[in-house]
């Protein structure tokens, strides 16, 4: 610790700016005597280079005055204006004892001392007035109970394990210094990997997800169509059926009708037959109910009237009376009988089919016996009624006679006639059934056709699903080994910063401590970390570094053994400067090679701090070797000494502020494994000791050995070795440069699906365009393949390639009459910053609602696009404010121009965009769309 001697605040304070202290011991007193201003001279041990330096502060603390140090000439120049002052304080002694005075009086010295030092008790028995004269401020090494708890549980055991020599509180405020940089370091290394691990392990879980979901959702289409094309199937079945019994019914038909054309053959056949037989006596029939007909009333009331007919008319009348089916032949049923007034009507109209076998044998021997009464003569003879009664007797009985004979004809003629009726009752009966059918068949074919549109559409859906699910279900196979190493990694990483603070301590004790110390202190000291922290397994070198730096750094020169590794991780997370002890040299060349834009120099060089000024101002890094001794001129910089002047940081340096730049490295390397450092300067570096361990050496001669005897061993194991490294860093660049243009091509990406979704629903409209996703891949392919751009702007000349390949190619497959459509809908759909709220909605109609009633009308607008006006004044305030269409003037040269969608006003012209002149011209004049 140090102790400050006679401090004095708030006046004017130098420091050594120059190599000879003599030269500031004058400046110092001149400057106190001659401007009777106090001054403090402040003096580091770091700058005590000789003892004689403290031997001339002893002198003048105790007596004002360093002998020799002024000559007799300086002296005089010196206490002449002091004469004038002595007089007005009345000093009594000499000017040297009034000039000493004054110097003791004026002239502060400010001593800073490492109490830890060896040299020094030496320093203060030398000069015993410096205590016996000065005010002392003793900073003592860091009390416990002022750190916090957790520091003390980690750095209690330090004091046991560790060299007292570096356990000072400079080191204890670098080892916090230390755990910033590599807590800071570190957690925003594994955030970022973190971040970009759960970027892909997010993208390709989606990805699955979507996957999945698609498959889902093709399953589901997949059972969907089953369901229709076994609809179809049942309905196409039914119209089988249905036309099958169809087919039956009309064979069935030809069947009936074929027959019945035979039966009304045999119809006619027997017709004709029992014609021939009846052709004789239907003559007679006919003329006999002609007869009877021409009766007249007078002759059927004079037979009427007869109290007793005579026989002849009595036996006519007993054969009509049979005939007609009334068996009582009495002389009153006979009267009652003519007095019908249909009776001749009767008569005439008589069927011989109604005459009975026992009537036509009754008749017949009724005749048989009366033949003198049925004989014309005699009938008419009895009266005039009673000649054709007979003959319509006669003809019926003969009749009769004829159709008992063709009986057998008419039974079979009657059958005839009856199947016949059956077979044209079952005709019409199946023709019924026939439209029944066809009625049937015509619906079943309009729900087989329904059903098979829908399956198609269900077909061509699940197709294009089926497409991206195997392109995307490739990718997500493709990169399943990715997904499962990077889950591995990612819990690494998880379980990594979970202990990343109590980590962080640790490496930056193993940093600040250890890097000077042998391997068996460090592994003493660390396994004593991990067991205070519960992490037995911890290593601060894989903490620190990974494999692919390790790698990078063997790549570089550096030693292979343990030791060199770990130097180089606590080279690279101090916050100190490096001494890097280093007997082979290697070291020096090594950073000069690992570090882009270092430069190495010599100790010796004479230009050395010059090249160190230009570092510090440029933000270089400066490798120092084969350094003898550490030049307390670099104290300021060592320290980190920084001051501010504005916006920038200054240093004191080479007896010049210069402007320090933040990126500025310096390294200081010697081969001296024995190098003189003074504890003060040891105390700001961070000793890095490379001197050849008996471990270190066991692993150099044992490779050696190999070397020797088993050359192809060491080579194959070089090579491996090489191999393996390479793949490494093969694999941590390819996942670097995978993520990185994951993220530059994501916005292409991004771009290309949105054109996809533009034109994929086009066979809502069409079902003659079928675009599926294999379209936008293989547009996507041949943009990338063929683009010639490889500057910066590539992704641009892309996209708009992109663009214009997917609307020229869509395009060209589109009926002239949906072209303007598909135009206005991939516009929206690539550019849809070029469209306000509403307006697509309005122009296409979806907006429908009735305008409120309190909208005003437009005087010069036509009357029939007053409400589509309306709409934009009530959707869309702005725009209809921008269009000033209550300003007739503004619009009349519009509203009287032939090409008036060339004549917008110019101030309205300004105040829109391009889709809103196409809804102001859709709104005012759509024919001219």
């Known amino acids: 610790m140090a102790i400050c001697i006679a401090v004095v605040i708030n006046v004017y304070c130098f420091k050594r700016k120059t190599k000879k202290y003599s030269d500031r011991y004058v400046l110092a007193i001149q400057t106190a005597i001659c401007n009777s201003e106090h001054v403090v001279f402040l003096l580091e041990d770091h700058k005590i280079l000789q003892p004689g330096f403290l031997q001339a502060i002893n002198c003048l603390i105790s007596s004002g005055d360093v002998p020799g140090l002024f000559t007799s000439q300086e002296l005089d120049a010196l206490s002449s204006p002091l004469r004038d002052q002595a007089s007005q304080d009345a000093f009594q002694g000499n000017m040297q004892e009034y000039f000493n005075l004054r110097v003791r009086t004026l002239l502060h010295i400010g001593l800073v001392l490492d109490t830890d030092s060896s ?45 007292s020599t570096l356990l000072s509180p400079y080191k204890f405020q670098r080892c916090i210094e230390n755990y910033a940089l590599i807590y800071e370091k570190k957690k925003s290394t594994i955030s970022a990997r973190l971040e970009r691990l759960e970027a892909g392990i997010s993208k390709l879980t989606e990805a699955r997800e979507q996957v999945t979901v698609m498959q889902k959702k093709a399953a589901s289409k997949s059972k969907l169509l089953a369901e229709k094309q076994s609809d179809a199937d049942e309905a196409l079945k039914d119209i ?57 009333s007078e002759s059927l009331s004079e037979i009427r009237s007869l109290r007793a007919p005579p026989e002849a ?24 009988f003519l007095s019908k007034s249909s009776v001749k009507e009767e008569i005439i109209n008589f069927d011989a089919h109604r005459i009975t076998q026992d009537v036509h044998n009754r008749v017949s021997l009724l005749v048989r016996s009366k033949q003198t009464s049925f004989d014309p003569k005699n009938a008419k003879r009895a009266s005039l009624a009673a000649a054709p009664l007979a003959a319509w007797v006669l003809a019926n009985l003969k009749y009769s006679e004829i159709l008992e004979k063709i009986s057998p004809l008419e039974h079979e003629k009657n059958e005839l006639v009856s199947n016949l009726s059956k077979a044209e ?18 619906v079943l074919k309009e729900k087989f056709e329904r059903l098979m549109k829908e399956a198609t559409q269900i077909k061509i859906d699940l197709e294009k699903e089926q497409d991206t699910i195997k392109v995307a279900g490739t990718l997500v196979d493709r990169l399943a080994g990715e997904f499962s190493r990077w889950q591995s990694q990612m819990k690494s990483l998880t379980e990594e910063m979970n202990n990343v603070e109590c980590c962080s301590i640790i490496t930056a004790a193993f940093v600040t401590y250890l890097g000077g110390c042998s391997e068996k202190t460090r592994t003493e000291v660390l396994k004593a970390f991990q067991q205070n922290n519960n992490l037995q397994n911890f290593d601060p070198v894989s903490f620190c570094a990974m494999e692919t730096e390790l790698l ?67 933000g270089k890094t400066i490798i120092v070797d084969d350094v003898s001794e550490v030049d307390a001129a670099l104290m300021p910089i060592l320290r980190k000494e920084l001051s501010s002047q504005g916006p920038r940081q200054v240093v004191l340096f080479n007896d010049k502020l210069i402007d320090y730049h933040s990126d500025f490295k310096l390294f200081l390397c010697t081969k001296n494994p024995h190098i003189f450092i003074p504890s003060s300067i040891r105390n700001v570096l961070c000793e890095v000791n490379f001197t050849t361990t008996r471990s270190g050496l066991t692993s150099q001669l044992l490779g ?36 990185q243009q994951r993220n530059a091509y994501l916005s292409l990406a991004e771009f290309a699906s949105s054109l996809y979704f533009v034109f994929c629903d086009l066979h809502l409209h069409n079902h003659m365009y079928n675009f599926n996703v294999t379209t936008i891949l293989k547009i996507f392919r041949k943009v990338i393949a063929e683009c010639q751009d490889k500057t910066s702007s590539r992704i641009e000349t892309q996209m708009r390639s992109l663009q214009l390949t997917v609307f020229y190619h869509i395009s060209r497959a589109l009926f002239k009459t949906d072209r303007l459509m598909f135009a206005l809908s991939f516009v929206r759909g690539t550019l849809p910053k070029m469209f306000h709220a509403k307006e697509w909605e309005l122009f296409t109609g979806v907006i429908v609602d009735e305008p409120q009633s309190s909208v005003n009308s437009i005087s010069w607008v036509d009357e029939s696009r007053q409400i589509a006006v309306n709409k934009i004044q009530t959707h869309l305030q702005t725009l209809f404010h921008n269009l000033q269409l209550t300003d007739q003037g503004t619009w009349s040269e519009f509203s009287r121009a032939v090409d008036c969608e060339n004549c917008l006003p110019t101030v309205v012209e300004q105040r829109i965009t391009s889709f809103q002149k196409v809804c102001s011209s859709h709104v005012l004049l759509p024919s001219y769309l």
């Open 119 to 163: 040299e020094f008790e030496l320093r203060i028995a030398a000069n015993p007035t410096i205590f016996k004269h000065a005010n002392v401020i003793w900073e003592n090494n860091w009390e416990k109970n002022n750190v916090l708890q957790n520091a003390l549980n980690f750095f209690s055991h330090l004091e046991a394990i560790l060299p």
């Open 240 to 296: 089988s059926k249905s036309m099958t019994g169809a087919e039956d019914q009309k064979l069935s038909m030809q069947q009936l009708r074929a027959a019945t054309e035979e039966e009304n053959i045999k119809i006619a056949e027997k017709k004709k037959k029992i014609e021939e037989q009846l052709k004789d006596v239907e003559p007679l029939l006919k003329e006999a109910r002609s007869a009877v007909g021409s009766i007249k």
């Open 313 to 336: 008319i009595r036996d006519i009348l007993q054969a009509v009376l049979l005939f007609m089916g009334i068996l009582d032949t009495s002389w009153e049923a006979m009267r009652k």
């Open 425 to 442: 009752k079952q005709i019409q009966k199946l023709s019924k059934g026939l439209a029944t059918v066809d009625e049937k068949v015509a």
């Open 552 to 618: 990078n750094w063997r790549n570089h020169g550096l030693p292979a053994d343990s030791l060199s590794i770990e130097n180089t991780v606590v080279m690279f997370n101090s916050s100190q400067t490096p001494l890097v002890i280093d007997p082979t040299g290697r070291v020096a060349s090594f950073l000069h090679s690992f570090i882009q834009k270092s430069e190495l120099f010599r100790a010796e060089q004479s230009d050395l701090f010059t090249q160190i000024e230009f570092g510090i101002r440029f």
């Open 704 to 739: 050696l050995a190999i070397q020797i005897e088993r050359p192809e061993l060491e080579e194959r194991s070089s090579s491996l070795a090489r191999e393996t490294e390479s793949k490494k860093l093969e694999l941590e660049a390819l996942e670097q440069l995978l993520l």
